[in-house]
């Protein structure tokens, strides 16, 4: 879709990407960093600052202890984390229960280690966890199950109730957690509960997260991955073997962010993005789509059923040629792909600027099609 949006010189509304500069302390630090010839390997499993301030992080948020010697380590993004883990976790033969809509690498994830996919379906607008329905698809293959909050395509910000019936399934069959939690910071009601600090989860929660969207520096590939010892030690290896280690420079900058970036940061980021969301959302609902506001994130999973009869794919394009606001076809986060047929997604994590030209256009667009 991003070459779609250049296609048509449309705004890219599709990629999770923001339109704003990183903070300058964060760009002053990388140059820092590449001035002072910090530009060989970092250690594999993450340079030693970065580590500490990852340390001190969980423990100032969450009250979370981790050992950064021995329970961290640092990825090309957390993308790769996910892929690390699953490859060092999930043998052939086992399955892993990935909740539905899902962030479109889980189930090629799952696939590439011989596994099998098992799909729990959300179910619109509210997409609540069934804790009835999940415990249906457990079997004696299950090896573990991920859960993305704040998720990435809906926004649900999954509560205390739902973790807690997602951690006693996991203690009473014995499987593992892998949790994306890369949008930790970025929620507007309720609370970001790490799956790991609940009773029982500690030993069996691999936690995934990282720097880009908390900094906007997605381009930069700095990803983070919390677990027990045992499951750090094999993750560690196939990291090792994936990609050797992240960018050093940067793992540095990103070491800055965390030690100097106050409460104010995290809070002016929240509400910097809670302004977006609605001029993004009110456009989206003057131009007929149907969609809730999200919890957390970036995005809007809007359904286009009462403006067109095209499958999402096709719907998508023709937005980006006929409006010039490109969204992602919903089909890119269910299996089977025909699930999200009538479904688009749209990323708020742009300027209010970029926002509000493209709820110009969408409604431009819309006006003339009545």
């Given amino acids: 879709m991003t070459r779609v949006t250049r296609e048509f010189d449309a705004i890219n509304l599709a990629q999770g990407f923001p339109d704003f500069p990183a903070p300058e302390l964060l760009k002053d630090a990388a140059c ?16 030693t600052r970065l580590r500490k301030a990852i340390v001190a992080k969980y423990q100032a948020w969450y009250g979370m202890e981790v050992e950064g010697d021995r329970e961290i380590t640092v990825t090309c993004g957390a993308t790769e984390a996910m ?6 976790l999930v043998d052939p033969g086992d399955e892993v229960i990935i909740l539905q809509p899902f962030y479109e690498n889980f189930g090629p994830d799952t ?30 293959r299950t090896r573990a199950i991920v859960v993305n909050t704040p998720n990435n395509p809906t926004g649900r910000v999954f509560d ?3 973790l807690e019936a997602i951690a006693a399934l996991c203690i009473k069959h014995d499987f593992l957690a892998f949790t ?21 989860m500690r030993d069996r929660t ?94 809007i999973l809007a359904d286009f059923s009462d403006l067109s009869d095209e499958p999402d794919h096709v719907f998508s394009r ?9 969204p992602v076809p919903g089909s890119s986060f269910f299996s089977p792909p025909e699930l999200g047929r009538s479904l688009v997604r749209f990323a708020f994590c742009k300027r209010i600027e970029t926002l509000e030209e493209a709820g110009d256009r969408l409604r431009a667009y819309s006006g003339g099609r009545r």
């Fill in 206 to 299: 691999v936690t995934v997260s990282g720097l880009s969207k908390t900094f906007s520096i997605t381009g930069w590939r700095i990803g983070t991955i919390v677990a027990p010892p045992p499951l750090t030690a094999a993750i560690r290896k196939v990291h090792d073997f994936l990609t050797v280690g992240a960018p050093a420079p940067l793992q540095d900058a990103c070491a800055v962010g965390l030690e100097s970036l106050g409460a104010e940061y995290y809070s002016n980021m929240v509400q910097d993005y809670r302004e977006r969301r609605e001029v993004l959302y009110s456009a989206l609902v003057d131009t007929g789509f149907r969609c809730e506001k999200p919890q957390g994130a970036y995005y």
């Fill in 180 to 200: 994306d939690e890369i949008y930790e910071h970025i929620f507007y009601e309720g609370e970001h509960i790490p799956l790991a600090t609940l009773p029982g």
């Fill in 318 to 326: 023709q937005l980006a040629k006929d409006a010039r606001v490109s």
């Fill in 32 to 47: 820092d960093a590449i001035r002072s010839d910090r530009n060989q390997y970092a250690i594999t499993w993450g340079s």
């Fill in 160 to 162: 205390r109730t739902e």
């Fill in 83 to 88: 892929a690390a883990v699953m490859l060092a």
């Fill in 111 to 140: 696939v590439l280690c011989g596994a099998k996919p098992i799909f729990l379906p959300l179910e619109p607008p509210k997409y609540r966890l069934d804790p009835d329905r999940l415990a249906s698809l457990v079997t004696n």
